[in-house]
Nanobody, 122 residues
Framework: QVRLVESGGGLVQPGGSLRLSCVKS????????MGWYRQAPGKQRELVAT??????????DSVKGRFTISRDDKDNAENTVFLQMNSLKPEDTAVYYC?????????????WGQGTQVTVSS
């Protein structure tokens, strides 16, 4: 199985920065995607940013130029994904979930972390 453990959330003032981290352990998959989704109160969960094992990134429009996703892969047994969030806005307030998708010839499987709260407020 796959286990995801997030850290780095908290309270920050508008214009501030936070860095989220997520460590993936467990089964190895050479082809995969890691990233972050978020869910604000009363809203659906939405993609924030993802990065594939081949280095392809994807960002939602509202965070482009402010957030940066990166990865640190160690033999695929333990992978870490980071989300550097700069110029934070109150509308970035949400629970941020780490996401991992394993990809094989036969199937894709999605895994989620427990979530970490990010609050942007003065």
């Amino acid at each position: 199985q796959v286990r995801l453990v997030e850290s780095g959330g908290g309270l920050v003032q508008p214009g501030g920065s936070l860095r989220l981290s997520c460590v993936k352990s467990g089964n190895r998959f050479s082809s995969n995607v890691m990233g972050w989704y978020r869910q604000a109160p009363g809203k659906q969960r939405e993609l924030v940013a993802t990065m594939s094992s081949s280095g392809i990134t994807n960002y939602t429009d509202s965070v482009k130029g402010r957030f940066t996703i990166s990865r640190d892969d160690k033999d695929n047994a333990e992978n870490t994904v980071f989300l550097q969030m700069n110029s934070l806005k109150p509308e970035d307030t949400a629970v941020y979930y780490c996401y991992y998708q394993s990809r094989t010839i036969l199937t894709y499987n999605d895994y989620w972390g427990q979530g970490t709260q990010v609050t942007v407020s003065s």
